[in-house]
């Protein structure tokens, strides 16, 4: 596996400039199919970087620059800016807050627009060639299968930004340019073109066990993810949820009638049954004996991805990352805490986890009570309070900087790095200050106290070096009370350099599709009461992964908040907000929130207590409704009807 791995990487790397110039340089009308096929390392070569030019949101998306949405690598090799400021699409949401900036835009360089047809052009060759090609017919099939794959994959990322497309299915040949103007389908006709495009994928492949080529087990993972999509889109783009006017509006270019959701539900459903019944796909030790198990077990899979391959395995589609290659990225040097920087790397905890998030996360006291997991703070109950410490409340006192966490779900311990919880083997001190006996307030300003002959930090520690949190220096402090585990090597050193983090990235998993069964269930109007409890089973599955004992109700709630914790950083969650249509509801001049662990002194034993906050530097975001679909380029030329 390992070799096939390596190889396909070699031929990535060689693509990156032999074989995309080559094509750059032949007439379009003049492919020379029997230079490229005649040879299986010619197809395994030309396969190979379609593949690495897929549009899949790994470590390596560029959310907040100038430059290509996708990379090939941060090498030096592929087109990605190895120094994007620790960005990731986390910090576009709710997940996130980043320690630094503050330039935070809900919206994305929108420039996929153009990579997005060139790719969709090159995959379009294929179809034309591969019918002629000197190879066995099952191995032509097969291949088809893998194109239709490709394109569906594509036009899901464009679809999903500008809505109806211009549906091109082969190679466009006409000198003429106002034959190579093809209008724009309705959003309906292109949900439609692309599950079709699903379904040929499917038709083609069989199931295998290989996760890094398409296969009838990924192509039925992408159409649970479309479906799933398409109703979204169908159920939710109209009143009372969102109301957009204009002639893309009047022409059905963008949104769908409700009637069509069901339709779409019910695709995701069978899709994703057909996976659950294939034998061949299961959760990560699903039955953990502990809640510690869980955590570590979840951890683990994300760290090193190939161990959760056992049968049943759980990654479905990966993509592959190697030491030593363009395919690498830079989670570690940009993420870790103060504390355990890679070699001398300084520019470290950029993602903070929020207080949102935090209070997703289930208590295994209050199972069940999916909505009731808000964290006790203070006396009087009022958890809505955002202004820092008051001297004139009653809060509750706290033996240890995590023990408000204590009984959170194992998915939090596997994912958000706590205050004073162990991470390579160092205590990561994360303290917001201290109350000094007078009552008085010291926050995220270095001092120290001596009482009753002891000294104590208002940072937690003295050197800068041996804390983590709160000090305001060129934002590798947490500002709002977590940093981020998820990815991280624990286990492993990572250098200290550009491109030195390397382990895969799981694009399609098991756990996604039994939510995505669990969510289109609910949301189905005429789901029977079959559909509905292997629904809910899905949803308990999930959870019970976690070392969750009991059952929930299978309800949207409890829908999107499992997958807001079971799917936290996979680069989904900003596209769950954007499919529900209610984006533009939470940011609405939004501050994320984040919680300061302070060490109060007016305690003959000081105890600590923890103040909600407004991270510091943490302004007020807006999502327009507008920015459900991006402005397509270049309309001026190509004749398009622009969104509104």
């Known amino acids: 596996m390992k070799k ?126 591969i019918p002629d090609l000197d190879i066995k017919d099952v191995e032509k099939t097969k291949m088809l299968g893998e194109a239709h794959f490709l394109r569906a994959y594509t036009y899901f990322a464009l679809a999903k930004r500008f809505g109806g497309l211009s549906i091109i299915e082969f190679p466009q040949y006409s000198n003429a340019p106002e034959e190579l103007k093809v209008p724009r389908s309705t959003e309906k006709a292109t949900w439609d073109f692309i599950l079709k495009e699903c379904d040929q994928a499917i038709g083609n492949l069989e199931f295998l066990t290989d996760t890094k080529r398409a296969s009838k087990g990924i192509a039925l993972a992408l159409k649970s993810r479309a479906a799933l999509y398409a109703g979204s889109i169908a159920k939710y783009t109209h009143a009372p949820y969102l109301t957009l006017v204009g002639e893309a509006v009047e022409k059905e270019l963008i949104g769908m009638s409700e009637s069509e959701a069901d339709n779409y539900f019910q695709q995701c459903i069978d899709a994703s049954f057909e996976l659950m019944q294939s034998g061949i796909y299961g959760l990560y030790k699903p039955d953990p004996e502990s809640a510690e198990e869980a955590a570590k077990n979840y951890q683990d899979m994300f760290e090193n991805p190939d161990i959760a391959l056992s049968q049943p395995q759980e990654p479905i589609f990966v993509k592959s990352f190697m030491e030593g290659s363009s395919l690498t990225h830079n989670y570690d040097i940009w993420f870790n805490p103060r504390q355990t920087p890679p070699g001398s790397w300084q520019y470290l905890g950029k993602v903070n986890p929020t207080l949102e998030l935090v209070e997703t996360y289930e208590t295994y006291t209050n199972s069940g009570a999916r909505g009731n997991n808000t964290l006790k703070t203070r006396m009087d109950g009022n958890e809505f309070d955002y202004q820092g410490f008051n001297s004139g409340v009653d809060y509750y006192k706290y033996d240890s900087p995590n023990a408000i966490f204590e009984n959170l779900d194992a998915r939090f311990w596997g994912t958000v790095i706590a205050p004073s919880t162990s991470w390579k083997g160092e205590e990561i001190i994360i303290q917001a200050g201290y109350i000094k006996p007078d009552g008085s307030c010291v926050y995220a300003s270095p001092e120290s106290f001596v009482k009753n002959g002891i000294t104590y930090y208002s940072l937690g520690a003295e050197n800068t070096t041996d804390f983590s949190g709160f000090y305001q220096d060129w934002g590798r402090y947490t500002k709002s009370g977590f940093l981020f585990k998820k990815f991280l090597q624990e286990k492993d050193e990572v250098e200290g350099a550009w491109g030195k983090s390397s382990n895969d990235w799981i694009e399609f998993r098991y756990a996604e599709v039994l939510l995505n069964y669990a969510e289109a269930a609910v949301e189905m109007s005429s789901a029977t009461g079959n559909v509905l409890a292997q629904g809910k089973q899905a949803l308990n599955d999930v959870r019970h992964r976690a070392a969750h004992t009991d059952d929930i109700e299978l309800s949207v709630e409890n829908v999107r908040k499992e997958r807001f914790v079971e799917l936290a950083f996979e680069n989904i969650r900003r596209w769950d907000l954007v499919r529900w249509r209610v984006f533009h509801e939470q940011f609405d001049n939004k501050v994320r929130k984040g919680i300061a662990p302070f060490l109060d002194l007016r305690e003959s034993t000081p105890k600590y207590i923890f103040v909600r906050i407004n991270p510091i530097n943490e302004w007020p975001k807006t999502y327009s409704k507008y920015l459900y679909y991006k402005s397509i380029p270049g309309i001026g030329s190509n004749g398009l009807i622009q969104n509104p």
């Open 4 to 129: 096939l791995q390596y190889i396909i990487v070699l031929l990535a790397l060689l693509l990156t400039t032999s074989c995309a110039d080559f094509l750059d340089l032949e007439p379009r009308d003049k492919v020379p199919s029997e230079l490229l096929f005649s040879d299986p390392k010619g197809v395994e070569m030309y396969m190979a970087n379609l593949y690495s030019r897929l549009p899949i949101e790994d470590y390596n998306i560029n959310i907040n620059k100038g430059g290509h949405l996708f990379n090939l690598g941060i090498g030096g090799l592929g087109n990605a800016d190895a120094n994007n400021g620790g960005f990731i699409p986390a910090h576009m949401c709710d997940e996130a807050v980043h320690a630094e900036f503050n330039d935070w835009s809900p919206d994305e360089a929108a420039n996929y627009w153009e990579d997005g047809y060139k790719l969709v052009r090159d995959i379009n060759t294929l179809f034309v060639v």
